[in-house]
Structures are given as C-alpha cells and as structure tokens.
C-alpha cells in the first residue's frame, strides 16, 4: 500500500459546474477525513467517516457540498455549482481509528474560473 | 478565534541556525501532531505526541508536549535549506469527535 490517493491531482472548473474528488485510504484505515486547505491557512476539518458511516457533516461549507463512503473503502466529495471561492486545495486523510495518527493524501487543487 | 495558535507565522533564517516554532491553545489536546507540508504537496506527519511533558527527537528536531497538554514547540538544530516548509500543529480534544483540528502553522525559510 502507497498511502492516501487523491485523484485528480488538479481540476479547473467554470463557475457553475459540478466536480468530483476521489479519495483512496490506506486499505486498512476505518476513518476517512476530508479537509480543505486556502492560501495561507491551516487545512479546515469538513466531514468525517467511521466505515461506511458519515459521522459529522455540519462543518461542510453549504449544501452543494456533500461527500461520501459507499463501501466503506473509497471516498468522494462533490461540490455542485461551483464558486470562484471554492477555489482551494482539497485534502483527504485517513487513520486505523478515534485518536491514531492521520495520513494525508497529496490533494486535490481546485481552481475555479 | 483560532483554537491553535501558532507562532511565528513567518521565519527566514540562514544555514546553519536554530529556531524554535510554538504551538498554543486554551484547551487541553489528548494527542498533538506535528506536519511539515510543501507546496502543492500534502501535509507529511512528522510525530505525534501523547503525553504531558513529552519530548521527542527526530534527527535535528526536537518536540516538546506542554505539561498541561496544551501547547507544544518544535525545535530545528542547525536548520538545513531541506527544512524549507509550512509546518502545521494539529490536535485532537474533548470537543474535536476525534479529528484534527489545525493551526494556521508556520512558513520556514532557510535560506543557503
């Protein structure tokens, strides 16, 4: 195993589209984490899984944004009606459980124009 | 209000110095890790800290877990343009559900 996977590495969307990030855990990892990271910031926590179950989602930005772990393997988060200010790299996590170390993906870099 | 501070926010040094980066909260963390992050890159997990008191050595660096669980510091020995990043302090605390909660970090320099 080679660690989190994020694909794609980049995407340039226009205003109003859809897009769709995938998200590769560490094959063994149960939590899944998803996180978004602007210029200059530290990443912000945006939503959660334990398996298959999304276990906190009110930190997601607004609705056109929604995430999920059907199989309780990969991941997927999409933002509808994409924004300039949804510009921002997108980061995914994994971790064997509650309190263990979190291993981050390489991100996703979302450029809105 | 940002639940971990982190300070500086900004450090150039040249080859060959030392610096201390500083981590600070108000709450009281059950585990802190520390992330170095290049641009464009993921954060890469550095350590991760546990217990009050803690001090951990990574070859040149050096981090320290605050007695009370609430702050902790990352030391460079003899800093290296290789140590050129953003490193993160991310802890995990009674209100967190587990996950992560990041400061804004601290933007390393070091220039040959």
């Known amino acids: 195993d080679t660690g989190v996977s994020q694909d794609p590495r980049h995407k340039i969307t226009k205003r109003g589209q859809n897009v769709t990030f995938r998200c590769d855990p560490i094959s063994e990892h149960n939590r899944l984490y998803w996180y978004r990271q602007t210029l200059g910031q530290g990443p912000e926590f945006l939503t959660y899984f334990q398996n298959e179950a999304q276990l906190e989602k009110s930190r997601l930005l607004s609705d056109r944004f929604s995430a999920e772990r059907p199989k309780g393997s990969f991941s997927t988060l999409e933002i509808q009606r994409t924004e300039q200010g949804d510009s921002a790299m997108y980061l995914c996590a994994s971790s064997l459980g509650v309190q263990t170390e979190a291993f981050f993906g390489q991100g996703t870099r979302l450029t809105v124009v | 209000t940002q639940l971990l501070e982190q300070s500086p926010q900004f450090l150039s040094i040249q080859e060959g110095e030392n610096l201390t980066v500083y981590c600070n909260s108000s709450?009281?963390?059950?585990?802190l890790q520390w992330y170095r992050q290049e641009p464009g890159e993921g954060p890469v997990l550095l350590v991760t800290v546990v217990t009050g008191g803690e001090v951990k050595k990574l070859k040149r660096l050096t981090f320290q877990f605050g007695d009370a669980r609430k702050d902790s510091s990352l030391h460079i020995t003899a800093a290296q343009p290789g140590d050129t990043g953003l490193y993160l302090c991310a802890g995990i605390y009674g209100g967190s559900q587990g996950n992560l909660i990041f400061g804004k970090g601290t933007k390393l320099s070091v220039k040959p």
């Open positions: 709450s009281v963390f059950s585990s």
